[in-house]
């Protein structure tokens, strides 16, 4: 497994992350979103900060980015992305069951997307079970009809 040691020694963190949440705004989050969220998330957000991870030599074809951010208006990223991610994974999904095959957040087992990457590709947690630190990883493809699961 990777974890976050892993990440920082390959990437090393800034040396002053631009940390725009404290403890009390991702509490905050919480009580909007209705749960927690897995602790390698938060701890890999006060890591690095705001911001997106990049290839030096792709830059413009290889990012991802990670749905958190200031929950002070007039942006959060978490609480503007994942409901514009979750709208369009629905849509999708009506349209063609199969190319997203799990349920989406708030149905029992849902996916609720946390980043996303420039090919198309969501990250997304699947929902379930009360201990969010074990929750699924999906990557999913969904205008391919493809995903993976962690785990």
């Known amino acids: 497994m990777f974890g976050l040691e892993e990440l920082t020694a390959v990437l090393p963190p800034p040396v002053r992350p631009r940390i725009t ?3 009390a705004d991702w509490h905050q989050l919480y009580g909007q979103i209705g749960t927690r969220l897995p ?6 957000y006060k890591t690095y900060g705001d911001g997106f991870f990049y290839s030096k030599t792709h830059r413009m074809s290889a990012s991802v980015s990670l749905y958190a951010g200031a929950l002070a208006a007039p942006f959060c990223a978490f ?3 994942v409901p ?7 849509v999708i999904k009506e349209k063609r069951p ?5 349920p989406l957040y708030w149905e029992p087992g849902g996916l609720l997307p946390w980043g ?10 699947r929902v379930r079970g009360e201990l969010v630190d074990n929750w699924q990883v999906v990557v999913l493809r969904a205008g391919k009809g493809e995903h993976e699961t962690s785990r």
């Open 79 to 81: 609480c503007v992305h």
């Open 39 to 44: 602790g390698d998330f938060i701890q890999t």
């Open 116 to 125: 996303r990457a420039t090919n198309e590709t969501d990250l997304c947690w």
């Open 21 to 23: 949440m404290t403890d």
């Open 98 to 102: 199969k190319c997203v095959p799990f």
């Open 84 to 90: 514009e991610r979750s709208t369009a994974l629905r």
